[in-house]
């Protein structure tokens, strides 16, 4: 059996880069940039008021108090998005809006809190420093700066980021779209009835989701059932979008397993078994020279145990990110695991964090079909091949799952 380690390196050194699109900022959630931006101008671009208030001398309100308030001739209104006409010269200040270009002259802003309201004098019944409250030129970002390095995942902060320096559109490596396809004759559209011999299909609507909280793009193309020719045309239909398809079924060592059967020999697709638990039947391979296919086994649990331990470094690579697994911890042991000897073995488990310790439960139910142990679990512990046994309280890896 393949070592889970070598079929993964397989599978990175087949994956390609996406090449680069350029995107408008509304589509390019996601995306990760191929270059860094840089900012062409001073953020903010102009010295301007943190409050509203009044922009003043510093010096004219420096005796204000509760008791001995100072009061000023305001000389006018400026608000956010004017030009800065005014002048402000001692014994005089103008009321300013947040956002608003701070008048020459006036070196401090005195919040409307701390005065009358006045629109022709105003009564200041506090004093301010030079510079209080006024956000200068360039105190954020200064031009020429790189706000976001090459590699990085736009989210909403970094979209923002990009707006802010006036960027519309940004060179990203795109999600990666996903067609998803699960194959079986069992299989039953969820909400329609199930016959005898049938179950509802589980996988695709899973791993789409997961494909989305991987950071793609997932097409759930729903069940086709084990019809070689059919299974096969789907599957190529899918190429003419997908940059990545995932199948799941029919790849063990049953005699209908049919997408074994049609993709053996087919592009680079290649079926093994890999020496991990759950999840040993595995085919990747790429299909028109560029688009990787996984055949993921049909067992949901091993279905979703192979997507993040194969599929979700994938879909990174795909972006140029550092294709790591999901976040890995150490944690103890609540109750004692036996293992298989020779195989990696993935327990699906609950890990809390108590008073800075993380510790982990074992599910009581490990099988590859048992759904509810996986929906009721966010982790899952990482037991080396080599190991057969381990106590409770003894420390173990642990996947978190979101
Ligand atoms: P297979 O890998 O096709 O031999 O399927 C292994 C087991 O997983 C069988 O019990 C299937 O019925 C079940 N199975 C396969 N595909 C799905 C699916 N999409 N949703 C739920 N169970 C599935
Ligand atoms: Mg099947």
């Not at 701070?102 to 019944?125: H, N, Q, S, Y």
């Not at 299909?201 to 059919?230: C, H, I, K, W, Y």
């Not at 042991?333 to 108590?354: C, F, K, N, W």
């Amino acid at each position: 059996m393949k070592p889970v380690d070598e079929h993964l390196a397989d599978i990175l050194g087949a994956i390609r880069e996406l090449p680069p699109l350029e995107l408008a900022l509304p589509e390019s959630y996601g995306g990760v940039l191929v270059e860094p931006v840089t900012a062409p101008v001073d953020l903010p671009p102009f010295d301007n008021s943190a409050m509203d208030g009044y922009a003043v001398l510093a010096a004219d309100v420096a005796a204000a108090t509760e008791t001995s308030p100072v009061t000023l001739s305001v000389v006018g209104d400026i608000a956010a998005g004017d030009q800065g006409a005014y002048g402000i010269a001692t014994g005089l200040c103008a009321r300013i809006m947040t956002g608003a270009p701070l008048p020459g002259g006036a070196d401090a802003i005195v919040p409307v809190e701390w005065t009358d309201g006045g629109t022709a004098k105003v009564t200041i019944r506090r004093s301010a420093a030079p510079g209080h409250y006024i956000r200068r030129a360039g105190e954020d970002v200064t031009a020429g700066q790189t706000v976001l390095p090459a590699g990085t995942r736009l989210g909403p902060a970094q979209i923002g980021m990009l707006a802010a320096v006036g960027r519309a559109r940004a060179l990203v490596r795109p999600r990666p779209r996903v067609a998803v396809l699960s194959t079986g004759s069992e299989l039953v559209e969820p909400g329609r009835p199930v016959g005898p011999g049938q179950i509802w299909d589980s996988n695709s609507f899973a791993l789409t989701a997961a494909v989305t909280e991987a950071g793609g793009v997932g097409f759930r193309q729903g069940t086709v059932g084990d019809d070689p020719r059919q299974v096969l045309a789907t599957i190529e239909d899918q190429l003419a979008y997908a940059d990545l398809i995932i199948t799941s079924g029919g790849v063990s060592m049953g005699a209908r397993d049919v997408v074994k059967e049609v993709l053996s020999g087919v592009g680079t697709m290649r079926f093994e078994k890999v020496a991990m638990r759950p999840g040993k039947p595995q085919g990747f391979g790429l299909l028109d020279d560029r688009v990787p296919v996984f055949t993921l086994p049909g067992n949901p649990v091993s279905a979703y145990v192979s997507f993040q331990v194969f599929v979700r470094p994938a879909l990174r690579a795909l972006q140029g990110l550092p294709p790591a697994p999901p976040r890995t911890v150490r944690a103890r042991l609540t109750a004692p695991i036996t293992s298989p000897a020779g195989l990696r073995h993935y327990l699906r488990a609950a890990v809390s964090l108590d008073e800075g310790e993380y510790t982990v439960t074992p599910a009581g139910a490990q099988g590859s079909h048992q759904v509810f142990a996986l929906a009721s679990s966010n982790a899952l512990i990482v037991v080396p091949e080599d190991v057969t046994e381990r106590a409770a309280g003894d420390p173990v890896d642990v996947l978190e799952l979101s």
